[in-house]
């Protein structure tokens, strides 16, 4: 046998057997269908839809990384909205290789390089300057002269000298 109820609710409105939810969540709410004296009801519970990522930051941005040092990124997932969404990207770079988020930075230097994280076709993007190493800095010593000297351009000029020329010892 076929029937035709008629369906109501509280949750929303009914074209047919089709619910168009209520624009905010609610709990407890049903879908009732009746036919004659008889009637069913479905609890529902409208809940909010799931945000849609329109955006991804990923820090640091910019960073300064020494060659083959690591760096550790995140990324925060934001809607239409600038509400925060948890997002679990995909971790890419051109600045060295990639363990999850952590970076292991090229082994020579590099500017303008990028660490990239994706959800689908939404991503984002920190840039990423490779460093080298400073192991030490030469400077010149300049030494005083033993005796006075009442000429202190005479001074200057000897300092000037040893800077341009300076002296390996």
């Known amino acids: 046998m ?16 089709v619910l168009t939810a209520l624009a905010t969540p609610a709990t407890g709410r049903r879908v009732t269908a ?26 640091p941005n910019p960073v300064t990384v020494t060659v083959g040092a690591t760096q550790a990124f995140t990324a925060t997932g934001w809607d239409s909205l600038g509400n925060p969404v948890v997002i679990t990207p995909i971790w890419s770079t051109d600045a060295g290789s990639m363990v999850g988020n952590v970076l292991t930075a090229l082994a020579t230097p590099a500017t303008g390089r990028r660490v990239t994280a994706s959800v689908g076709a939404i991503s984002g993007t920190a840039v990423v300057e490779v460093i080298a190493i400073v192991r030490s800095i030469f400077l010149p010593v300049i030494h005083a002269e033993q005796h006075r000297d009442s000429d202190r351009q005479g001074v200057l000029d000897r300092m000037r000298s040893q800077v341009q020329a300076p002296n390996h010892r």
């Open 2 to 17: 076929v029937i035709t109820p008629i369906w109501s609710t509280d949750a929303g409105s009914m074209v047919g057997n």
């Open 34 to 59: 009746t036919v004659d004296a008889i009637s069913g009801a479905a609890l529902v519970e409208v809940v909010a839809p799931a945000a849609l990522l329109a955006a991804i930051d990923v820090a």
